[in-house]
T-cell receptor, first 118, second 115 residues
């Protein structure tokens, strides 16, 4: 069975600084996908970034990058130049198997609450 | 761009009452999903529909039924609500069957309280 662990329930970061949100995973499947979602206080889930298990390079999307360390089974999210609007819950998620198939479900971690200080 | 629309946004039920959460997407996605989010936790999959006419159980299906009415609509029904079903419910959809079809698009959520 697959498992996602986010060990930081809450974090503070100073505005304009970088922050790393930790995520570790466990799976026996060689094919998997790793995702990060943001949930602001308004409640919606916003997709941020995706990394496939066979991708050679770390994924980047604007100020977001995913630090993928396959041997350590970690997929940490790095947010550069934090903004006040980054204050939110952040969820790491994993799909087992090739996510192209509808039945390959996403499993979510418990989330990290990030608070950006002005 | 409506994306994924869920109704209602808020609902309060008494134990034993029934209700249906509605979900519609306008992105022509094949697959649709229902998740629940309990306080302080991540999302857990209740049911999903890989394509029109098919539904399958997820991680926590007990106490729920679903209907994939057509390609756009996927409803979640609570036949006899229980306090343990107090949660925020999210509908999501995505394209499947093509490379890069990785992004789940979520609705805004429906907050359900069962007294």
């Amino acid at each position: 069975a697959q498992k996602i662990t986010q060990t930081q329930p809450g974090m503070f970061v100073q505005e304009k600084e970088a922050v790393t949100l930790d995520c570790t995973y466990d799976t026996s499947d060689p094919s998997y996908g790793l995702f990060w979602y943001k949930q602001p206080s308004s409640g919606e889930m916003i997709f941020l970034i995706y990394q496939g298990s066979y991708d050679q390079q770390n994924a980047t999307e604007g100020r977001y990058s995913l630090n993928f360390q396959k041997a350590r089974k970690s997929a940490n999210l790095v947010i550069s130049a934090s903004q006040l609007g980054d204050s939110a819950m952040y969820f790491c998620a994993m799909s087992q198997g090739y996510f192209n198939n509808a039945g390959n479900m996403l499993t979510f971690g418990g989330g990290t609450r990030l608070m950006v200080k002005p | 761009n409506a994306g994924v629309t869920q109704t209602p946004k808020f609902q309060v039920l008494k134990t034993g009452q029934s209700m249906t959460l509605q979900c519609a997407q306008d992105m022509n996605h094949n697959s649709m999903y229902w998740y629940r989010q309990d306080p302080g936790m991540g999302l857990r999959l209740i049911y999903y529909s890989a394509s029109e006419g098919t539904t399958d159980k997820g991680e926590v299906p007990n106490g729920y039924n679903v209907s994939r009415l057509n390609k756009r609509e996927f409803s979640l029904r609570l036949e006899s609500a229980a306090p343990s079903q107090t949660s925020v419910y999210f509908c999501a959809s995505r394209e499947t069957g093509s490379p890069g079809a990785n992004v789940l698009t979520f609705g805004a959520g429906s907050r359900l309280t069962v007294l």
